[in-house]
């Protein structure tokens, strides 16, 4: 656990300020140009390790059974559309709620702006997320938030969350990059918790996952009354939610991995599909979920943690980091 000099975190997904982000997608990859880019080709060798070192920039992916676990070793996923994420979990490209990489620089550097990926509002009907999002109240029930903290060491310093801004559209922008890629080829398994209600979605005949949903707040009286001058208690569900970790995953959520497998072995096919995000980016509207963040601290950071707070739709992919 780090401890924080501005506040210490017993449980992050409920204690994160808001922020605000801002960025077109299109300029992310002017700005990283000369900065950390997680999606360039020189971090290519990075997937399918657990800790790889690119220059001064060493990245480290981990996982954990609950919140009272140790954090063990995972193993980084990479693509140079999205940038980094963690294998395994609910999606096999991206940091889930179970999940965090932790990059570590030479020296002590001010981070000035970070840019995430696959971060979205509006999951809700492909995914049934809705009301997931108990994190940020005055956002859409179905926005996806990031969590980073920037670290001294082992201190962490200030944490924040980081919400998505853009819909998330009917068609991959991935798909868009290189139709090998295939919607929902990342999916391993997925988990919804809805009030009193968990929700395992496992391999069937329909692998477009879309469920019923009402509001939660639709019968929030009558459920209140129920418990009316009776002495409650919360519970901590992690120990529930650990017991899906042996649910049937889905077998189409290592596709895309062994696509990008591939790739990775080729320089000239990672240079073209670098290309093409590229041209997609400034020639067609459609997200991909990049977001931009400047951080208005100045403070000394020798490295960050990004991790999924629980009580939020959410998992997405570090694309970079810009450093002074």
């Not at 956002?139 to 853009?166: F, H, K, M, R």
């Not at 120990?239 to 990008?260: C, K, M, T, W, Y």
């Amino acid at each position: 656990m780090f401890v924080s000099k501005i506040k210490k975190l017993a449980l992050a997904s409920a204690m994160l300020p808001v922020v605000s982000s801002a960025g077109i997608a299109a300029t992310i990859d002017s700005e990283l140009a000369q900065q950390i880019d997680f999606r360039a080709q020189a971090f290519a060798g990075c997937l399918n390790q657990e800790s790889c070192t690119v220059g001064s920039v060493t990245i480290q992916a981990e996982r954990r059974e609950d919140q009272n676990s140790p954090w063990l070793a995972a193993s980084l996923y990479w693509d140079p559309i999205d940038g980094l994420g963690v294998q395994d979990g609910a999606q096999n490209d991206e940091i889930d709620i179970d999940e965090r990489i932790l990059v570590s620089f030479g020296e002590a550097v001010t981070v000035k702006r970070i840019w995430l990926s696959d971060l979205f509002v509006s999951e809700d009907v492909r995914y049934g997320t809705y009301g997931a999002d108990r994190l940020l109240p005055d956002l859409p029930a179905d926005t996806e938030v990031a969590g980073v903290s920037l670290l001294d060491g082992d201190v962490e310093l200030i944490s924040l969350a980081i919400n998505g801004e853009e819909r998330l559209p009917w068609a991959s922008f991935n798909q868009e990059v290189d139709v090998r890629f295939r919607e929902n080829g990342d999916l391993r398994r997925r988990v919804i918790v809805t009030g009193d209600t968990i929700r395992v979605m496992i391999p069937g005949d329909d692998l477009l996952l879309s469920a019923p949903t009402q509001p939660l707040e639709q019968d929030e009286d009558k459920q209140n009354a129920l418990f009316a001058g009776l002495e409650t208690v919360e519970l901590d569900i992690t120990d529930i939610l650990q017991e899906f970790s042996d649910a049937p995953v889905f077998e189409v959520g290592s596709r895309n991995f062994e696509i990008i497998k591939a790739v990775s072995e080729d320089p000239e096919n990672i240079e073209r599909l670098l290309q093409v995000a590229r041209q997609k980016r400034d020639t067609i509207r459609m997200s991909n979920g990049e977001v931009g963040h400047d951080l208005d601290v100045d403070l000394k950071a020798t490295g960050l943690s990004f991790f999924a707070p629980f009580s939020a739709s959410n998992d997405f992919s570090i694309a970079g980091i810009i450093v002074e």
